[in-house]
């Protein structure tokens, strides 16, 4: 029992070491729960935004063969309405091209880099794709077949139809085409960074719970082990003798009390007192007196039975709880243990010690309280020291 309180007293304040252990653990879960929230966040946000991105280019392709499409049919019929869905299917992919382009524009704007990768660049800017000029072309050449006037075939620009046709389906396409795969690739590449950052952080957070588990969790239920441990030790036992204390001795001694006398069976008390005690506190120390206390409640303990209760109750006297024994056998037993005492030194220094014990032995009466038989036990005490000391003194 001593390592443990020695354990528990590296410990100021308990209460406060446990609290401030606990809620900075569970801190720092919550803080890496909040940052595993974050990314997620940011992970469905590029999802989206990257799948805006493959979405709107992928649109540019569709939007192409429709306005060259219409651009025909206006030709041939001089329908309105063809005319007007293919201006709406330049419009649409004039603003498209504007918003897959814009991050870029702005960066540009400010002087900074260009968000886009160079394969995207490339595609856009350079020969042979050269999205954006092949754009400004593909729309300068379907708004002027749109502005002829398709009353006859012979009105009919045909080296401008010829020119809108031959982009829509090869160069322009095919470029449009690219870069639908690009941000197709990029796309992937993107969410790919950022599934495997969300991965590391759910490994650290796991991490961290195991090893708070181990390190924090785990050591501290081991101390509240110990601390309680360390009160019920208290609460029951004289820290001195390590022998019950008076309350122990009282809830397990009624108890008993109660079970014998179902039973019939008799049982005895004995009051155990250490003769001029004081003069051993005066004559070699306090410290000295408290292994006297020690080696005489071991002593006492080895001669005693399984089930007899012993308890220091206070200062130098000691109380046996004797079940299923007469006084008579009582008076034996102390008598035994007195002259054992007298006989033996109860401490070994530069010269032995030796004391003697006084006793007083009652029996317990069924129909009396345990207070009352103590009482008794106690009046024998009083005798066996009136009448010289190391005696065993039995009141009926
Ligand atoms: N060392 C030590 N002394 C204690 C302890 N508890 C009580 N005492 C001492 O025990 C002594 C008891 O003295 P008294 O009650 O006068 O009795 P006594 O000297 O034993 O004399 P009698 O009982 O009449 O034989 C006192 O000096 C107390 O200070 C303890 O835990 N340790």
Redesign the pocket.
């Known amino acids: 029992m001593n390592n443990n309180r020695n354990d528990l007293t590296d410990i100021q304040n308990p209460q406060r070491f446990m609290t401030f252990v606990y809620t900075g653990s569970l801190a720092i879960i919550a803080i890496l729960s909040i940052i595993t929230h974050f990314v997620l966040d940011s992970v469905i946000e590029q999802q989206s935004q990257t799948g805006n991105l493959v979405n709107k280019s992928g649109q540019q392709r569709m939007l192409s063969q429709r306005a060259s499409m219409f651009a025909i049919e206006y030709e041939s019929s001089g329908s309105k309405g063809a005319k007007e869905l293919a201006e709406s299917a330049i419009l649409q992919m004039k603003s498209n091209h504007a918003a897959l382009l814009s991050e870029h524009d702005e960066a540009l704007k400010k002087g900074l880099d260009s968000p886009l990768s160079d394969e995207l660049l490339s595609l856009y800017f350079e020969s042979p794709a050269q999205i954006d000029k092949q754009i400004d072309t593909f729309s300068r050449l379907i708004s002027q077949s749109l502005e002829q006037v398709p009353t006859t075939p012979e009105n009919t620009s045909e080296q401008v139809h010829q020119e809108f046709l031959m982009m829509a389906r090869a160069p322009f396409l095919d470029a449009l085409n690219a870069a639908v795969e690009q941000y197709e690739r990029e796309s992937i590449e993107k969410i790919g960074r950022l599934r495997l950052v969300q991965q590391v952080i759910l490994v650290v957070v796991i991490l961290t719970i195991l090893l708070e588990a181990l390190f924090v969790f785990r050591p501290m239920v081991a101390r509240i082990s110990q601390f309680a441990a360390r009160l019920q030790y208290e609460a029951n036992y004289d820290h001195?003798s390590g022998l019950y204390n008076r309350r122990a001795f009282f809830r397990i001694a009624e108890k008993l009390l109660q079970s014998l006398r179902r039973k019939e069976k008799p049982c005895s008390i004995v009051l155990f007192?250490?003769?001029?005690?004081?003069?051993i506190?005066d004559n070699y120390g306090?410290d000295v007196?408290?292994i006297v206390?020690q080696n005489l409640a071991q002593l006492l303990k080895a001669q005693l039975r399984k089930h007899d209760i012993l308890s220091r109750l206070g200062?130098?006297e000691f109380i046996l709880f004797l079940p299923e024994t007469s006084h008579q056998e009582a008076m034996l037993v102390a008598n035994k243990i007195r002259i054992y005492i007298e006989d033996n030194a109860i401490y070994r220094d530069t010269q032995d010690l030796k004391v003697t014990v006084s006793g007083g032995v009652a029996n317990c009466d069924f129909n009396e309280s345990l207070d009352k038989s103590i009482k008794k036990a106690d009046e024998g005490l009083y005798k066996a020291?009136s009448n010289g000391?190391n005696q065993i003194c039995y009141i009926s």
């Open positions: 001195l007192d250490i003769d001029r005690f004081k003069a506190n306090h007196g408290d206390i200062g130098e020291k000391r």
